[in-house]
């Protein structure tokens, strides 16, 4: 693997940016850790209060992946539109139809499969290019292929994993941006703040 070509290749798409009915169990202590350009770390789950949006894939997958974290972004952050990425990042949720009171919030993420062969020198400088790329949007970084081995990552494919406040994943699968895959992806992130909301905590 060419380090910096790769790199390189991968803050072009996340810099900028981003049916299983079984619900898993979700907790922080059991999830598997990924860590920001921001050195921050994360259970793989919930990224706060709302529902939580993973989006990865290969380097084939990489422009379509792109588009599909922007347009999911826009869907439910609307006035991001056309705005600078820091003020994009801030923009507020596009409340629930008939809601009262704050709506749940959807953090789309996009994740860096980064491989395992990359040695333990070398990772702070591509998270210091990371950093660089992307300031203001935060990029989960796979360096231990964990997302690939525990929910697969079919070549060429936009994987998307969904999770609910509780860290329960809730749908996974591929999405390509055909306009019903994406509407249809839509449907199942609201219709999980639609639950949020009417389970009253």
């Known amino acids: 693997m060419r380090t910096s070509v790769s790199c390189n290749k991968i803050m072009a798409l996340l810099c900028l940016g981003l049916w299983?009915?079984?619900?898993?169990?979700?907790?922080?202590?059991?999830?598997?850790?990924?860590?920001?350009?921001?050195?921050?770390?994360?259970?793989?789950?919930?990224?706060?209060?709302?529902?939580?949006?993973?989006?990865?894939?290969?380097?084939?997958?990489?422009?379509?992946?792109?588009?599909?974290g922007t347009e999911l972004h826009l869907a439910f952050h609307p006035t991001a539109e056309g705005l600078p990425p820091a003020e994009s990042a801030k923009a507020p949720v596009r409340p629930v139809a008939g809601a009262r009171g704050p709506s749940p919030e959807v953090f789309?993420?996009?994740?860096?499969?980064?491989?395992?062969?990359?040695?333990?020198?070398?990772?702070?400088?591509?998270?210091?290019?990371?950093?660089?790329g992307s300031p203001d949007f935060p990029v989960w970084l796979d360096f231990e292929n964990i997302l690939k081995t525990q929910y697969g990552a079919a070549e060429g494919a936009t994987q998307v994993l969904l999770f609910d406040r509780e860290s329960r994943l809730r749908w996974q699968g591929t999405c390509t941006l055909e306009e019903a895959d994406v509407n249809a992806l839509l449907r199942k992130i609201e219709a999980l703040r639609v639950e949020q909301l009417k389970s009253g905590t």
């Open 108 to 132: 789309v993420i996009p994740v860096a499969l980064l491989g395992d062969k990359i040695p333990e020198p070398l990772r702070p400088v591509i998270i210091k290019q990371f950093k660089k």
């Open 20 to 68: 299983c009915g079984m619900i898993l169990p979700g907790r922080a202590e059991d999830l598997p850790m990924l860590v920001d350009q921001f050195g921050e770390k994360h259970a793989v789950g919930a990224a706060g209060d709302g529902v939580t949006v993973l989006i990865y894939g290969d380097r084939k997958a990489m422009k379509n992946s792109k588009e599909l």
